[in-house]
């Protein structure tokens, strides 16, 4: 299914820290004593300054660990409708489980008989639906950065166990990114929204430290634009509505994946596709929402 584009959504998003943010550098504070023991992870950008362009380091939020925690949680849904649908890598559960899966090897067979979380994000034998890019700083906003420091506690004496150590936040950002999902089920579209407004409700945190209240973040939707190869009529189209019996029948994807949408026009873009798009945060919630509704039918019905 992945040699052909039947659908596709490019999502554009911005996360501001709501409290103290910390994404670890696994660089070891030893290298310089001047370090703090727990760095923000950065890499080195090409910024323009004026006319002038300069090479410098950034915080950023690296793509692999927004998209661990989108994954995690969307497996937290799943396993909350049924243990079953979201495997455990590494256990007897796990969907491509060489005892499950036999000798049987082709690419419809894999799909149809991975959970429905690896249908979606993939796993070492199918290509995920969601990509996701790193999150860089907003070019106009410099991050705000400080350094806290803290103990571990050994819990049966009361002493300190290990510390101070000193870790550096950011407490004041903006950054931006993109998420791309490609050939997804109106089902797929809502389970990956239903994750993405629980962080954007501070519901799911992000990074390290959680549980001493770090990591709390705002999410912003700045732009949806969709893609379709066929029209629309005012809905969402999910790769079961445009993708021919045959394949429908290889990978068992349902007749009437569809989801009509208030606020929902495609104009045609080119001789095969036809594009929508939209800018406002509230509406993109809007449709994302009206999606989410439609991810525990799906699933029940793949069973």
Known sequence: MHGRLYNE???????????????????????????????????????????????NEVVY????????????????????????????????????????LGEEKSANTLYQKSCYACKLFGNTEIASRVQISDLYPAPAIDPLRETRFG?????????????PFDLEVVTDARFEGRIVLRNFTVGQLGLLGAALLDIADGLVALGHAKSRGLGRVRLEFT????????????????????????????????????LPVDGFQATQRDALYYQASNNSD?????????????????????G
């Open 151 to 163: 103990v571990a506690i050994d819990r049966i004496t009361g002493a300190v166990a290990v510390g």
């Open 282 to 302: 509230e509406q993109i919630r809007d449709w994302l929402s009206d999606a989410a509704r439609c991810w525990v039918q799906e699933v029940q019905r793949a």
């Open 9 to 55: 959504l490019s999502l554009e998003i911005a996360i501001m820290p709501q409290t103290p943010l910390l994404i670890k550098s696994g660089q070891k504070a030893s290298i310089d004593p001047a370090l703090p023991d727990m760095q923000f992870v950065r890499t080195r950008r090409r910024l323009q300054n004026g006319e002038v362009s300069e090479v």
């Open 61 to 100: 939020i690296p793509g692999s660990s927004l998209r661990g925690v989108i994954r995690a949680h969307a497996e937290r849904l799943l396993r909350t409708l049924n243990e079953n649908y979201a495997c455990l890598l590494g256990t007897e559960g796990y969907c491509l489980n060489p005892k499950k």
């Open 223 to 258: 732009r949806a634009e969709f893609r379709f190869s066929k029209p629309t009529n005012g809905a969402i189209l999910g790769v079961g509505e445009l993708a021919d019996q045959q394949l429908k029948q290889k990978y068992g994807l349902r007749d009437g994946d569809a």
